[in-house]
């Protein structure tokens, strides 16, 4: 039998606060609001390099905290959204989503590829985002968590190619 490593990293400082809404599969949509989001991820492996680690914890750290520096302090929307009409109007984002309508300041507005703003797919899209970084070294799984409040978090996980 074959151990494996379980390197977890949740620091303070992975952490952002953004605005967003939630749509939802009845045609509803949450009313604009905020949450304090924490990050945490974890790396396994079964082996370590020639100084006893899994990955170099610098570059994954930088990684996680460039994540977070990009959503902190916006308005999340989701681009790809069916729901969503997002229209450039000068130095502004004009939204319509379900008979409601948003101008916003565009950079205060952060246009994500993603259907919906949910913490499932925040959390895929941060893993997709640091993934890259670690593939081809001894990390073989990768999982983000993402939390939007105390006790309500996802985590999305998947081996490394």
């Known amino acids: 039998m074959s151990g494996r490593y379980r390197l977890v990293l949740a620091k303070p400082d992975f952490k952002f606060s953004a605005a967003h809404f939630t749509l939802f599969a009845d045609g509803t949509a949450e009313r604009l609001h905020g949450h304090n989001y ?6 396994s492996g079964a082996e370590l390099d020639g100084a006893g680690l899994l990955a170099d914890v ?3 750290k ?10 902190d302090g916006r ?3 989701p681009a790809a959204s069916p729901r969503l009409a997002v229209r ?3 130095v502004d984002w004009e939204v319509t989503c379900d008979g409601r309508a948003y101008r916003l300041p565009a950079d205060e507005v952060l246009l994500l590829p993603l259907a919906n703003t949910s913490i499932e797919l ?3 899209l941060l893993w997709d985002e640091l993934a890259p970084a670690l593939a081809g070294g001894r990390v073989e799984r990768l999982a983000v ?5 105390e006790g309500q978090s996802c985590v999305y996980e998947a081996p490394l190619a």
């Open 38 to 43: 924490r990050v945490g991820v974890e790396l």
């Open 58 to 60: 610098g570059q994954v």
């Open 62 to 71: 930088a990684a996680v905290r460039a994540a977070c520096a990009r959503c």
């Open 75 to 77: 308005l999340l929307l």
């Open 88 to 90: 450039r109007a000068g």
């Open 122 to 124: 925040l959390a895929r």
């Open 145 to 149: 968590e993402v939390e939007e409040t």
